[in-house]
């Protein structure tokens, strides 16, 4: 029997998700907090719902974490309360929000309005 290529599946817990909201590159440093560690990360990229960051720590996916973050040289410490770890690659994780304050909301807000006003008006 010849050697048939048979097609590859994907994995079952890979699936499409259309982003409700824009992700907006950045290279800040974060600081993250749960039960098991404390480490010190980058923020590659930032939407009003969640974030990715290459962390000192591997984590896994359903971890809870509380996080510390600026968006500016000169802007203000956010405090998220509670973000859940959604995917991990390595270091490398996804995190979506679940609690922060109105005013956390609204820094992150501010700083995605200002880089969507910079990248725009650079093009």
């Known amino acids: 029997m010849a050697n048939e290529s048979k097609p590859r599946a994907k994995p079952k817990n890979t699936r499409f998700v259309l982003r409700p909201y824009r992700r907006m590159p950045i290279q800040r440093v974060l600081y993250y907090l749960s039960g098991k560690c404390v480490g010190k990360g980058v923020v590659s990229n930032l939407s009003q719902t969640g974030m990715r960051v ?70």
């Open 54 to 123: 290459q962390g000192e720590h591997e984590v896994e996916p359903g971890l809870e974490l509380a996080l510390r973050l600026t968006l500016s040289d000169d802007g203000p410490t956010i405090d998220i309360e509670q973000a859940t770890v959604r995917w991990v690659d390595g270091h490398d994780f996804g995190l979506d929000f679940v609690r922060l304050s109105p005013v956390a909301k609204k820094h992150i807000t501010d700083a995605l309005t200002q880089q969507l006003r910079t990248s725009q008006s650079s093009n």
